[in-house]
């Protein structure tokens, strides 16, 4: 078992990466290239997963509960919250909630699609929570409004990542009806732009490739979440990577082979305890 301690005065500060699942390590690799001075606590709430499950009020009293928890044991620089359905549900309760924390948010990347779509059809791959959200619609109103953008949440695909990635065999035709209705042909025109707004998602990116009906433009947000994250957190120069960080922890506090074998290939210790107390 690993022991978890806050950093020592004289030591950086580590960035907290929290998702429903294990789709923010997408976002938790980028974010390593561009940080490579600050160690990385990866946090993923399996008790709760899959967050698109959930009814507004009670996950978003959940997400509450568990940053007051994991704010006060771990005392991270910045938090990157990857996952779209926890950050457009709870971002803002949030930063309210711990004026003092950096919260690095994930939002469906429809800005930059509405600038790069050429055929002005843009669909938005999510899941069933973010697709109800306010706020997406906002993001869609303010930025894309001259696009016809159609939202598809997919009550499936966050699972299929999470077996696809944990090395079993996805079912070719179950996952061509999850993306299918992304692609749109209107007045002659094709949907050219999928937005990816579950972190989940990019794992699955080439597997989207050869099943899409047509070549589209997969929007993966994680490096401009990294860039984000790295325009905030601060850069201390000459500064070594601390020792005792780098690990993940499950809410569950089980965690299978496949998953341990997944962390460790991507250089993260596993916490055998979970993160919270969960009745």
């Known amino acids: ?55 507004e009020a009670p996950l978003k009293a959940r997400v509450i509960d568990v940053f007051r928890d994991l704010l006060e044991r771990y005392d991270p620089e ?15 309760e ?3 909630a711990f004026p003092a924390m950096r919260f690095i948010g994930t939002v469906p990347a429809i800005k930059p699609a509405a600038e790069r779509t050429r055929s002005g059809l843009v669909s938005v791959l999510a899941t069933p929570g973010t697709v109800r959200r306010a706020y997406t619609r906002d993001l869609i109103q303010s930025f894309a409004s001259q696009c016809h953008v159609r939202l598809v949440g997919s009550e499936n695909l966050a699972r299929m990542a999470e077996a696809y990635i944990r090395g079993e065999t996805l079912d070719d035709e179950a996952v061509r009806a999850e993306i299918a209705p992304c692609f749109v042909e209107k007045d002659g025109a094709r949907t050219d732009i999928v937005v990816l ?5 990019p794992f699955l990116a080439n597997v989207f490739r050869k099943l899409a009906p047509w ?11 990294a860039r984000q994250a790295r325009r905030l957190v601060p850069l201390v120069e000459d500064a070594e990577h601390p020792d005792g ?8 506090g089980r965690q299978d082979f496949p998953t341990r074998r997944l962390m ?8 055998e305890q979970p993160a919270i107390a969960l009745a």
Request: aromatic share 12%.
């Open 197 to 201: 707004a579950c972190t989940h998602y």
């Open 245 to 252: 960080f780098d690990f993940a922890v499950f809410t569950s």
């Open 94 to 96: 949030l930063r309210e």
């Open 1 to 55: 078992m690993i022991q978890m301690v806050k950093p020592a005065p004289n030591e950086l500060k580590p960035i907290l990466v929290f998702d429903s699942g294990i789709g923010g390590l997408t976002v938790l690799r980028e974010a390593r290239l561009l940080m490579p001075e600050r160690g990385f606590i990866y946090v993923s709430d399996d008790a709760g997963f899959p967050y698109g499950r959930w009814e």
């Open 264 to 271: 460790q290939g991507m250089g993260l210790a596993v916490s």
């Open 78 to 92: 910045a938090v990157i919250v990857a996952c779209n359905t926890a950050f457009t549900l709870v971002g803002a």
């Open 215 to 225: 070549p589209v433009d997969w929007l993966d947000p994680a490096e401009a979440i």
